[in-house]
Structure formats: structure tokens, C-alpha cells
């Protein structure tokens, strides 16, 4: 018997296992540790763009507001949401952060003996929002090294760990950090293979940076799956980041019990606003896609010159290989006034990913790469 004398000797097993989730380094650490200024942040996908007129518009009209309590249903913002996708209010769950419903969803569905499904290489937080609850986390070996596909979701792989304790399914579309993307026609498939009592969770969170030959509007299936869970997020492509502002949509009974946990104000009345104006300024997410593809192609030639394979990615990231001593690389870049993302954790040692920026802020990067890799 271990000896209790603190609290933390209490804390649930799973709680103490966690590896706590690691940031993007922000800009002002940075600044603080270097005494470096102009520094670019290419780590946490961000918009660079930072965020539109409207949406600085509705903020300026809603500070007036922050004494009062925000509407804690989200009316306007729920309304707006439904004209969009063409769904009702009552479908949807709103987040502080869709990392806020990826929560909601595993301590509704998850706890210990059941068990959640995602892939290697899966946004990290499916594997801590299942630990957090003491479930039982079943990781499915992604496609193979050398296919065009590699690094993506098997969903034959995932389906082989599918059994009677599987309550959730984590499905990452565009993945993070992979870049990679499922086809529509197999992701119907496998969802409709799928035993109706489990819930698919689909995460969209980078769906509006697909080129409209690739964009497939998903919500259609929510008629067909009762246990269809689509997440999306004001984070990336439309430039709210910092505000945390995601949602869900699903079944309306789904949705009833999520929003039974959701804390009544997750969502403060600033982001509420922002998030709606974000909504109406379809230009802005236009601009954004069509500048994010200039910059995926400029990175990926930029690595091409400097002989660096790369996954292909459809996000606003890509993950670029630079070899075994990638942590002295991601060093090396910080020194040179650049942040990006170690993907070591994701069991990628040999990666860095790096968001899309500006033209220049691109430029930065792959300048100080070429320095960097020539030092180590
Ligand atoms: C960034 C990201 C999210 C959500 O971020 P929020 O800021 O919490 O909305 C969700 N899923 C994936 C795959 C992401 O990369």
C-alpha cells in the first residue's frame, strides 16, 4: 500500500499518467528568452492573416457588453450556424474551442471499461480527453511509409479494433498534424459499417481550407447517422483562435446530452459576436484558402530545393522531414526568430510541422532552414 499525504497522492491514476498537451511556443516567450523581435510563429496553425474587418467590427460593438453574462444558449450564433449548413439549432453544441466538445463528447459516451478507436498519429487530443475518463484508448496503426497515403487514417485497420467495449470513434478530416485527407465515398462507407450505438466522431477542423474540387459538405450525413458527431472550429481558417470558439452538430438527442455537461457560459458574449460575423464574411475564408494554398505549394517547392521530403498535406500545415536531430533543428530555428512545432510527441522525431504563413513570413522560414541545416 502506497502512503497518502497530499492530495495529489488522490489524483485518478489516469489524471497523473497524462503527458500534459505541449503548446505552439508563443511569441512573447520567445522574445523574452532571445531578446529576439520580428519573430514568426508558424507553429500552432493559426491564420496569418489575423482575423477580418467584421469581425474586429463586432467585437469593438460588443465590448459594452462583458458586464453582462453571455446568452448562454448562443442564440444568434446557433441561428447563423443552422442558415449555413442548412441544419437546425437544436443540432448543435457550441464550444469554448472544439477541443471543449472533443471533452464533452468522451465524458458523455467514455469512461473506464469502454473504449475509444483513432489512428496513429491522430490529433493528441483524442488520446487525452479519452485518458482524462479513465477509458481505454485503442490506437490503429496508420497507413504504411512509402504509399502515396502514408501517415493518413486506415479505416479497414481502425475497423479491425472495433468491439463490444468501443463507444467512440476519433476521425481526424484533414488530420493534424498528417495532413492528410480521407476520401468522402470510404469515410460513408466505414461510418455506415459502423454498429449505430458507437459514436463516430468526425473533426473537421481544417474542412475550409479544401479546394472546392476536394470539399464535400459532411452535414448531409447527419439525416442517415444517428451517431454522427461532426466538430468544427472559428480557430483555423477563420481566424479566432484566441477567442475559443468550436462546435458540434449532430442528432438532436446527441446533442441534448452533450449540451446537459456543456458549462452554461462556455462560450464568452465577445466570441459569440466574433464568431458570428466570422460567419458572414465568406470573402475573408476565400482569401484565406486561396493564399494558404500560394503558401503549401511555396513550402513544399522550398523543401523540395533543400532536398526535404514532406508529407502532402490539405491543411494549413505540412509536416517537413529533417532528419533524426529534428529537436536541434527546432532549436536552431528559434534562435533564427522561428517557432515551429516538434511533432516528437506524435511519435514523428524525424518531423517538424510547419503552419502556413504569409509570403514572407514562408520566405523566413525556409531562409533560416537552409541556415540551420547547414549548422547541425
Ligand atoms: C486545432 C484543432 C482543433 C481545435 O482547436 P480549437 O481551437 O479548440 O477549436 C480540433 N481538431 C484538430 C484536428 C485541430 O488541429
Not at 5 to 28: H, R, S
Not at 161 to 181: H, M, Q, R, S, Y
Not at 322 to 331: E, P
Request: glycine share 6%; aromatic share 8%.
Amino acid at each position: 500500500m502506497s502512503t497518502i499525504n497530499t492530495p495529489c497522492d488522490l489524483a485518478l491514476d489516469a489524471v497523473k499518467a497524462l503527458l500534459p498537451y505541449q503548446p505552439g511556443k508563443p511569441i512573447d516567450e520567445l522574445e523574452r528568452e532571445l531578446g529576439l523581435t520580428n519573430i514568426v510563429k508558424l507553429a500552432s496553425n493559426e491564420n496569418p492573416l489575423g482575423p477580418s474587418l467584421l469581425v474586429k467590427q463586432a467585437i469593438e460593438k460588443s465590448i459594452d457588453e462583458v458586464s453582462l453574462y453571455p446568452d448562454g444558449n448562443g442564440f444568434a450564433l446557433k441561428q447563423a450556424l443552422a442558415n449555413k449548413h442548412g441544419i437546425t439549432s437544436e443540432m448543435i453544441t457550441l464550444g469554448n474551442g472544439s477541443n471543449d466538445v472533443l471533452d464533452i463528447i468522451a465524458r458523455v459516451f467514455l469512461n473506464e471499461g469502454r473504449e475509444a478507436i483513432f489512428s496513429e498519429y491522430a490529433f493528441v487530443v483524442y488520446a487525452i480527453a479519452t485518458q482524462a475518463v479513465n477509458a481505454t484508448a485503442r490506437v490503429a496503426k496508420a497507413k504504411p511509409l512509402g504509399g502515396d497515403d502514408a501517415y493518413g487514417h486506415d479505416l479497414a485497420t481502425m475497423a479491425e479494433l472495433l468491439t463490444d467495449k468501443t463507444a467512440v470513434i476519433f476521425i481526424a478530416n484533414p488530420n493534424n498534424p498528417t495532413g492528410t485527407w480521407l476520401e468522402p465515398a470510404e469515410l460513408e462507407t466505414f461510418i455506415a459499417s459502423v454498429s449505430k450505438h458507437i459514436v463516430v466522431v468526425l473533426d473537421e477542423a481544417y474542412c475550409e481550407y479544401l479546394q472546392p474540387e476536394t470539399a464535400f459538405d459532411s452535414m448531409q450525413w447527419l439525416a442517415h447517422f444517428p451517431n454522427l458527431i461532426i466538430t468544427r472550429t472559428f480557430s483555423k481558417a477563420y481566424g479566432l483562435a484566441g477567442l475559443r470558439v468550436g462546435y458540434a452538430v449532430s442528432q438532436p438527442a446527441v446533442a441534448d446530452l452533450l449540451n446537459r455537461i456543456r458549462q452554461p457560459f462556455n462560450v464568452n458574449s465577445i466570441a459569440l459576436a466574433a464568431a458570428e460575423a466570422a460567419l458572414s464574411d465568406q470573402a475573408y475564408i476565400e482569401q484565406s484558402r486561396e493564399l494558404n494554398q500560394q503558401g503549401l505549394q511555396q513550402l513544399a517547392d522550398g523543401f523540395d530545393r533543400l532536398g526535404l521530403a514532406y508529407i502532402p498535406s490539405v491543411g494549413n500545415f505540412i509536416c517537413v522531414e529533417v532528419g533524426g536531430n529534428s529537436a536541434d533543428v527546432y532549436q536552431g530555428l528559434l534562435k533564427q526568430g522561428v517557432i515551429v512545432r516538434p511533432v516528437a510527441a506524435y511519435n514523428m522525431p524525424r518531423h517538424l510541422r510547419v503552419s502556413v504563413g504569409l509570403a514572407e513570413q514562408n520566405i523566413a522560414l525556409l531562409e533560416a532552414l537552409e541556415t540551420v541545416l547547414q549548422g547541425v
